[in-house]
């Protein structure tokens, strides 16, 4: 009798593999019909870039919800190690990530390590590239040297800024 439930035990143990391997893992779980509710939500997130030398970049948001084709991100925070061994301090209230894409709105502040701060409503940041770019209104800050424009395109590669229609003010310190 033991043995005879044993091998009943083992075909249907044996069923339940053959099932479970030709099964996609993902396909009992997707159930996502409307794209606009999204098809995860994780509180208090914090993402690392690691390198061969190290921590690269840090990502924090308090919220991200996942689409079927995009991450939207709430009160985000993100440190990055960039040219020189400078650092990138880059604030938003919300962001929207896709393809490589980062697109960030709503009291957009950016801070490098050598004291060069932007502001603007939106941001796009091209994480292939390497570019920040704003088709807003923008400040840029360095120094005594404070510069507003219309839009701008920064590499951060190559540390080359491009702006339109700007408007520049020095301070002379007396």
Not at 19 to 32: A, D, E, G, V
Not at 37 to 47: D, F, H, L, Q
Not at 107 to 127: C, G, K, M, Q, W
Not at 141 to 156: Q, R, S
Request: aromatic residues 12%; positive net charge; without cysteine.
């Amino acid at each position: 009798m033991a043995v005879k439930l044993l091998k009943y035990f083992l075909i249907f143990f044996i069923l339940i593999m053959v099932f479970l391997l030709t099964k996609n893992p993902y396909s009992l779980r997707y159930n996502s019909v409307s794209k606009k509710e999204p098809n995860i939500e994780i509180y208090g997130v914090k993402s690392y870039d690691i390198l061969k030398k190290g921590v690269s970049s840090l990502i924090i948001a308090d919220k991200v919800e996942r689409y079927k084709n995009f991450d939207k991100l709430y009160n985000i925070k993100a440190l990055h190690k960039g040219l020189l061994n400078l650092i990138d301090n880059l604030k938003a209230d919300q962001g929207i990530y896709a393809k490589n894409t980062m697109y960030l709105d709503k009291n957009v502040h950016y801070l490098r390590s050598d004291n060069l701060a932007l502001n603007t409503s939106s941001l796009r940041y091209d994480l292939k590239k390497k570019i920040l770019s704003s088709s807003n209104p923008f400040v840029f800050i360095k120094g005594n040297v404070t510069t507003h424009g219309k839009a701008f395109t920064y590499d951060l590669q190559k540390g080359i800024i491009r702006a339109e229609k700007i408007k520049t003010v020095i301070r002379m310190d007396k």
